[in-house]
């Protein structure tokens, strides 16, 4: 759908957000929400959120970052300062939602807990992300992506659908990071339906780790029940030029493939309703990557998806980005940080009917100090001079370096 076809505002436009997040999981939570028409105000602190040092980077400016910030505006703040926590319970009390991703009881040693917010606004919804949660026995544990997969259960999951399963293949997509900031979403935007019909606001728990768990359904029963199911790998298959995965998960699926590859006499020579599936399955696969040897990939790929069976190349992302259907759908756009312009992903969260779409532009630290201060909060201009030259707030930095 074109950009700028859509006739009313996102859907949470009208909704302020205080974003006190850093790194992936939060961020990528409260850029959902401005994708969705939200106010998000970034409370940095003065060296800023650590992903604006992470590469790639170009003029000083990460676009990793900016990724996961556009759409949102700036101030920083060094919340040590008494006077700088004040400034945020006086933007609580004309804001929406706060979310943070510290550990637990960084914010409250602030003074910037819920208690503290909620006895400013009563009716703020206040998003809490962490590894462990809130409460219990590890909640002080510090948490990234490959600590939660590893906690988890994720890697022991994974490895145990490798042929090879002696040591977990090497991980760096912080799925963790991600699922959470999708879930934080969810949470936050139920807390303000519930809002609207009550009036009250809400404090939400989302532990990383529990994100997980609600991902390995299939490892999780077949642990509790005590009884392994028959799995069937879905490893890819070699062609001439590259690699394809196929998914004949129903039967038709299955008369699908073997029609396609013109070798109908798999369906009696490969049953896959059998008690030997799972060795089935192998030798299906096997005859799939004979057939496939003399073919490329792109070939394998059109024959078997013409026939109706599942069927997917392995692309690299930039390629993927490149092809007719996300063309189309603009899956990929472009914004800018005051180094350039570069490609991002577009959001995934698509309305017919109301604007959702990653926003142009990515905000330089502190840019804006000003509007927020002066404008939303009512700050003379020579008192935001005297709170910058005494480091309250950080002077803003438009200039990449």
């Known amino acids: 759908m074109p950009l700028g076809a859509h006739m009313t505002p996102g859907a949470l436009d009208g909704v302020r957000v205080i974003d006190f997040t850093g790194v992936i999981a939060g961020p990528y939570c409260t850029r959902l929400m401005a994708d969705l028409g939200a106010e998000v105000i970034k409370v940095e602190p003065p060296i800023g959120d650590l992903l604006r040092m992470t590469f790639p980077r170009r003029k000083g ?6 990724q996961l910030n556009a759409g ?6 060094d919340l040590k300062d008494p006077r700088a926590v004040e400034l945020v319970l006086k933007l609580a009390e004309k804001s929406d939602v706060a979310v943070q991703n510290f550990r637990p009881g960084v914010m409250r040693g602030f003074g910037l807990g819920y208690e503290h917010m909620k006895a400013r606004n009563p009716k703020i919804i206040y998003c809490n992300m962490s590894g462990f949660g809130q409460e219990g026995p590890s909640k002080d544990w510090a948490a990234f992506a490959p600590i939660i997969h590893a906690a988890a259960g994720l890697d022991m999951a994974m490895m ?3 042929q090879d399963n002696t ?4 991980g760096s997509v912080p799925f963790a990071d991600y699922m959470t900031g999708v879930h934080g979403n969810a949470a936050i935007v139920a807390a303000l339906f519930r809002r609207e019909r009550t009036g009250k606001g809400e404090e939400i728990d989302i532990a990383m780790t529990e994100v997980i768990y609600n991902a390995l359904t299939n490892e999780l029963q077949e642990a509790k029940m005590g009884a392994a199911g028959s ?5 890819a298959i070699r062609a001439k030029d590259g690699l394809f995965v196929v998914n004949p998960l129903s039967p038709n ?4 493939l073997c029609k396609s590859c013109g070798h109908p006499e798999w369906l009696e020579k490969y049953p896959l309703m059998t008690p030997e599936r799972q060795q089935n399955w192998i030798n299906l696969l096997n005859a799939v990557e004979e057939w496939a040897k003399d073919r490329t990939a792109a070939e394998c790929e059109e024959i078997i998806s013409a026939g109706g069976c599942p069927v997917g190349r392995l692309r690299r992302v930039e390629e993927a980005l490149d092809e ?4 189309f759908r ?3 756009v472009e914004i800018e940080d005051g180094a350039g312009s570069f490609t991002v992903a577009n959001t995934p969260l698509r309305l017919c009917d109301s604007e959702s779409r990653i926003r142009e532009h990515v905000p330089f630290l502190g840019e804006n100090n000003a509007e927020i201060l002066c404008d939303v909060l009512g700050l003379k201009q020579g008192e935001l001079t005297a709170l910058i030259e005494e480091g309250v707030v950080q002077k803003e930095r438009a200039a990449a370096q």
Not at 231 to 235: A, F, S, V
Not at 324 to 327: R, S
């Open 324 to 327: 007719p259907q996300a063309q």
């Open 330 to 332: 603009q899956s990929a």
């Open 167 to 170: 040591k977990p293949l090497n």
């Open 253 to 256: 699926n299955f008369a699908d």
């Open 61 to 66: 400016r990460s676009t990793y970052f900016g």
């Open 72 to 77: 949102k505006k700036s101030i920083c703040l």
């Open 160 to 162: 145990s659908w490798q």
């Open 231 to 235: 799995r069937l790998l879905y490893r």
